[in-house]
């Protein structure tokens, strides 16, 4: 069976959709833990980060540092980077702004509006 994201890749379920390539995929968590909170994902489906082989593992990493760049640029704050992988087996790399507000696994609760808002602001 396919993973939570193989579908939103797949456009099976929706998503505030940030970036895509032929390699990555990349969509605001639906969880934030602040506002632009984001989601890079391989299209390939491994569990873990270092199952991907080295082609796919470099252009995630790539999707990663363009986006990061991107993110900081946009909100004005360092971007965190963070591998978890606990909860959806489905290797990704979480993406926050460094907001004043942040704090390790406490999260928001968005209205779509803000998630709309923040998705046209992210995109690339
Ligand atoms: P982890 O596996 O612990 O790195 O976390 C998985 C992340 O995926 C969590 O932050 C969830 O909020 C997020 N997540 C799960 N399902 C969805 C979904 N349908 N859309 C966006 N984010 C999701």
């Known amino acids: 069976?396919?993973?939570?994201?193989?579908?939103?890749?797949a456009g099976e379920?929706?998503?505030y959709k940030i970036y895509e390539d032929d390699?990555?995929?990349a969509f605001l968590d639906i969880n934030p833990e602040?506002?632009?909170?984001?989601?890079v994902v391989p299209k390939v489906e491994v569990d873990k980060?270092?199952?991907?082989?080295?082609?796919?593992y470099q252009a995630l990493m790539a999707t990663v540092k363009?986006?990061?760049?991107?993110?900081e640029e946009v909100m004005g704050q360092r971007t965190l980077i963070k591998v978890v992988g606990t909860d959806v087996p489905?290797?990704?790399?979480?993406?926050?702004?460094?907001?004043?507000?942040?704090?390790?696994?406490?999260t928001l609760k968005l209205a779509e509006a803000e998630m709309q808002e923040i998705t046209d602001k992210l995109a690339l």
């Open 1 to 9: 069976m396919s993973s939570i994201f193989s579908k939103i890749i």
């Open 13 to 15: 379920i929706p998503c």
């Open 23 to 25: 390699k990555t995929f």
């Open 34 to 39: 602040v506002k632009g909170h984001t989601l």
């Open 49 to 56: 980060i270092y199952d991907l082989d080295d082609e796919d």
């Open 66 to 71: 363009k986006l990061a760049k991107h993110m």
């Open 90 to 106: 489905h290797a990704h790399v979480h993406l926050t702004p460094l907001d004043e507000n942040w704090e390790y696994g406490k």
